[in-house]
């Protein structure tokens, strides 16, 4: 098992976490204080309006903007799940008042000039587990497919969740993650649930209409409920004032996790003890390089991720089927590490280096998978296709590192090149005559980058004489530094 640090820089406006095994930044975690949303938050709220010809209510809950409560989202009692058909069969009226207080969970942003869309069916997330107060079955993720380990966790969920106060136990929902976790693990989720959902009721009895009783745990918390376990050595983080909010949230809610809680003191930023910015900026790099001399390119589109192996200057063995073998062993570590570290998900397409010989490949495979047993996140791997590929899939959880951190270039659109400065004049020229066979101007004025200007005065000035005499105007150009190598204007003077 592999030995664990956890880095943690807390700022106002931004969170990140370095996750560290063995010297070597694993996973980042990135959250943004402005770009939180709201969903998952409980508050007790107000009914402030009824409308019945549309079988809604507006809430006051604290927030800009009057929250909205569809029908279909109320959960009155005796009706499970919801958005349930049994509940909408009763009309809006006949279930809520005006001035009535509600507890409410948002299930969708505001957006725009609509506010946010609410539930009346409190659920409560955990790592392995969702916990659903109000309800008493025990559902399971459809993901995990076989029978034998749906009636597993139900068996062993019925045992762990059973009360002896003859108190109400409580509904759950088992994620995809909770298939393979000790009933120790989910005896501490359980707790850990029960124990938010106690805070949450209480508060509401006692705080008044348009309060805040619950929000989803921020990324520092997360730490100590999602990212801690056995192997963690410490919880480092470099603010006092969180590191004290952390230690109380601990202590309620994450018992195991509060004694490797740190304060970090050090002068140097705490993302430099492992050299976490330098592997942040190499994250974003279509180009992973390799001890050996080999290197990865990993391309992120919309439908999939590819990754290509290839030796580079590594000659270090014997023969070239031994080089191949050892680029691909390498490859295999380094491509496990970098889809926990971009956090890449969806379908992937791994290329490696093509191997003659079977036994070469069936290692590689299983160097692959052991390197992908450290990922916390789902993984599939179907193995070497017909033409040498290994396909796989990985759970999507979260954005990816480069679409959390970055934005489409404006100057390509995304396609990571752009057209050469004469290909861009004879654009322009073409766009010219076409123009001139509209459109009886007395000059054209050409406004484009000064790159495009410049060859057009120059290497291109013959075939733009030659248009200018053609179409019988004079044509003048103007650089403008503001376009882009493609944009460009023709002016109709």
């Known amino acids: 098992m592999a030995n664990q640090d956890i880095l943690i820089n807390w700022a106002p406006q931004e969170t990140r976490v370095a996750i560290i095994e063995n010297g070597a930044v694993q996973e980042l975690h990135v959250e943004r204080a402005l770009e939180r949303g709201l969903v998952g938050n409980v508050y007790l709220g107000k009914v402030a309006r009824v409308l019945p010809g549309m079988q809604s209510a507006f809430l006051e809950v604290g927030l800009e903007r009057a929250a909205f409560l569809h029908v279909a989202d109320l959960h009155p009692g005796g009706h499970h799940g919801g958005r349930n058909e049994a509940a909408a069969q009763v009309p809006i ?116 209409a348009g309060s805040l009783l619950h929000e989803d745990l921020n990324l520092a918390q997360r730490v100590l409920r999602d990212f801690a376990g056995e192997s963690t050595q410490t919880i480092r983080i470099d603010s006092r004032l969180q590191f004290e909010a952390l230690r109380s949230f601990g202590t309620a809610y994450s018992p195991t996790s509060v ?170 020229l073409r766009e010219i005559l076409r123009e001139a066979r509209q459109f009886n101007p007395k000059e054209f004025r050409v406004i484009a980058n000064a790159a495009v200007v410049e060859m057009l005065l120059d290497e291109e000035n013959q075939h733009l004489a030659g248009l200018s005499d053609f179409v019988g105007k004079p044509i003048s150009l103007s650089a403008e530094p503001s376009l882009t190598p493609e944009q460009y204007d023709i002016v109709l003077m």
């Open 93 to 208: 009226e006949r279930q809520v008042f005006e001035g009535q207080a509600l507890m409410v969970q948002v299930i969708k942003d505001p957006i725009g000039s609509k506010g946010a869309r609410l539930s009346t069916q409190i659920s409560i997330a955990g790592r392995l587990l969702v916990f659903l107060p109000q309800d008493t079955h025990i559902g399971i993720s459809q993901k995990i497919g076989s029978v034998e380990a749906r009636e597993g966790l139900r068996s062993r969920m019925q045992a762990l969740t059973a009360t002896t106060d003859g108190s109400a136990p409580g509904g759950f929902i088992l994620r995809t993650n909770a298939e393979d976790a000790s009933d120790a693990e989910l005896g501490d989720d359980i707790a850990y649930l029960r124990k938010a959902w106690a805070a949450i009721r209480s508060q509401g009895l006692s705080r008044p």
């Open 259 to 428: 004694g490797k809680l740190e304060h970090y003191k050090g002068e140097r930023p705490i993302l430099d003890l492992f050299g976490v910015e330098e592997e942040i900026a190499k994250a974003l790099a279509r180009r992973v390089e390799l001890k050996s001399g080999g290197y990865l390119i990993i391309d992120q589109t919309e439908a999939l991720t590819t990754v290509d192996v290839n030796t580079g200057g590594f000659v270090g063995a014997r023969n070239f089927d031994d080089t191949i073998f050892k680029t691909n062993l390498e490859a295999a570590g380094a491509i496990a590490r970098q889809l926990r570290l971009r956090n890449l998900g969806g379908i992937i397409i791994v290329d490696f280096i093509d191997m003659a010989r079977e036994e070469h490949q069936a290692a590689v495979l299983a160097e692959f998978r052991k390197q992908l047993l450290r990922d916390r996140t789902k993984v599939t791997v179907s193995g070497f296709t017909q033409l040498g590929l290994v396909e796989m899939t990985r759970k999507r959880t979260r954005e990816s590192l480069a679409h959390l951190l970055c934005q489409v270039c404006p100057t390509c659109d995304g396609r990571g090149q752009v057209k050469t400065a004469r290909s861009v004049c004879y654009d322009i």
